[in-house]
């Protein structure tokens, strides 16, 4: 443990704290839209100043919020095939969509834009663009390199792989939302043969 660690001031710890259980809070309430700074700041009853100190802007706020209701795919490891490796990322989303399946949803959707409407104001569309950036870091980031790697035809583009991307997790999305069938091992396996034979 560092002298730094040693001397960390513990009302530090629990003013994140509080920031994040409200953001969470708002954000599983009631979407992006309702978990403002202004609100975070009032639910939370910290400092303007002080959620500064620890989150720089509202999009960083929400990526750890996110992170904190959903925490993030594991790269897949080297080993095996792309099939194999591309078949482990569908099963842990699948595995995360059974636990969460409405924040799931959110996550993607606004890290593939489809979040609603465009909002009106710069502000809030420049927002809305540093959160997917964020969002695609910490959740797309890990199937990137594996649809590269599936996707014939040299190096893809980045729509590419964002299509990609919607053809996996979409069916996962439409079953635990809409159909209610399960997303087990049979299914994604199917999904990824038929996106591997489309693709090929």
Do not use: K
Request: one cysteine or more; aromatic letters at 4%.
């Amino acid at each position: 443990m560092t002298t730094h660690e040693l001397r960390r001031d513990p009302r530090l710890d629990r003013s994140r704290a509080a920031i994040l259980a409200a953001a969470v809070a708002l954000l599983s309430e009631g979407g992006i839209e309702r978990a403002t700074i202004e609100a975070v700041t009032a639910r939370s009853g910290v400092a303007r100043s002080t959620l500064y100190r620890h989150f720089p802007n509202s999009a960083e706020l929400l990526a750890a919020a996110f992170q904190e209701l959903l925490p993030p795919l594991p790269a897949p490891g080297p080993g095996g095939t792309p099939r194999d490796r591309l078949l482990r990322l569908v099963l842990g989303q699948a595995e995360q969509l059974a636990h969460a399946p409405t924040m799931v949803a959110v996550v993607w959707m606004t890290a593939s834009g489809l979040s609603g409407e465009t909002p009106a104001g710069a502000d809030e569309r420049t927002r809305l663009a540093s959160l997917r950036r964020h969002i695609i870091d910490s959740y797309r980031r890990p199937f990137n390199p594996v649809l590269a790697e599936c996707l014939a035809g040299g190096e893809p583009r980045e729509g590419d792989l964002d299509l990609a991307a919607a053809q996996l997790i979409g069916p996962l999305l439409f079953n635990a939302l809409i159909t209610r069938r399960p997303n087990d091992r049979a299914f994604c396996a199917r999904l990824v043969d038929d996106f591997l034979a489309a693709h090929g």
